[in-house]
Structures are given as structure tokens and as C-alpha cells.
């Protein structure tokens, strides 16, 4: 099973920035079967946590530049994360 196929379905609904929206604690409905898919959440808050340290970074950093290429890197890092990595599950 791809990271992008709906659990119920197996079609690849769930393709690129779309998955983006289902949040941790979120579920959404599969476009092709109208199940409803979550991600796993525990992984999901390990694919956030390079944006949580961003935040955190920007609040203590003392250069602008070293604070937006943070922010760029780690969002950049979460996003990959979570359309590569992270699996769909059923709820
Ligand atoms: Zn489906």
C-alpha cells in the first residue's frame, strides 16, 4: 500500500498537498469511496516536530536570516514527512 492510497479503497486519492490538511486529529472523507481516513497520529506529530522546533528556534534567535532559513528548512522537512512518510489509517 502507497502512503497516499485511501486505507479503505486503495486509490491514490490522498496525492501531494492534499494530505497536508488532515491534521492529527482530523479525518477526512476519500473522494472515490466517501470512507473516512485519518493519518496515524503518533507519527504525524513526529513529522510536525521540525515545525514545532522552528517556532521554537524563532522565538530565541537573535538573526533574521538564521530564523527564516530555520523556519523554510524545518517546514520544508515536516511537509516531506508527512506526504512521503506518513501512512493513512482508517477511522
Ligand atoms: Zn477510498
Known amino acids: 500500500m502507497n502512503v497516499t492510497s485511501c486505507p ?6 490522498f496525492a501531494g498537498l492534499k494530505k497536508i490538511w488532515i491534521g492529527p486529529n482530523r ?8 470512507n473516512k481516513v485519518g493519518v496515524l497520529r503518533t507519527k504525524a506529530w513526529l513529522a510536525l516536530s521540525p515545525f514545532l522546533l522552528a517556532l ?9 536570516l538564521a ?10 522537512t515536516s511537509s ?12
Open 8 to 13: 479503505h479503497c486503495q486509490q491514490k486519492t
Open 27 to 34: 479525518s477526512v472523507r476519500c473522494s472515490h469511496c466517501q
Open 56 to 64: 521554537g528556534f524563532n522565538f530565541y534567535s537573535a538573526s533574521a
Open 67 to 76: 530564523r527564516y532559513l530555520m523556519i523554510a528548512i524545518c517546514t520544508l
Open 80 to 91: 516531506l514527512l508527512y506526504i512521503y512518510w506518513l501512512p493513512l489509517e482508517k477511522r
